[in-house]
């Protein structure tokens, strides 16, 4: 598994069908702007000028919403994984 550095975090985004009334899957031109993804591992946290360590507010385990353009995506063990910034996560989603 992928232990990120700092105050980057490795998700999992989660694939989301958008279905109509009719049935029907919409895809591609559809896709919003932000995309729900699975927190797998959590980065130390962030250091502030003085050297204290900040710790993330985000947990391994929770379900985060991100931006979809964020972070940079890899693949470990033959599974789609993104490694982002905390500062890209918008909320977290209870």
């Known amino acids: 598994m992928l232990k990120p550095l700092g105050d980057r975090l490795v998700v999992k985004f989660v694939e989301e069908k958008e279905e109509t009334v009719g049935g029907f899957v919409l895809a591609g ?12 591992a959590v980065g130390e946290g962030i250091r502030t000028l003085t050297g204290e360590l900040i710790a993330p507010s ?29 500062a890209d996560v918008l909320a977290i989603v209870e």
Do not use: F, N
């Open 29 to 40: 031109a559809s896709q919003e702007k932000t995309k729900k993804a699975q927190v797998l």
């Open 58 to 86: 985000v947990a391994v385990g929770q379900t985060v919403l991100v931006d979809s353009l964020a972070g940079i995506e890899v693949k470990e063990d033959g599974e789609k994984l993104s490694i982002i910034r905390e």
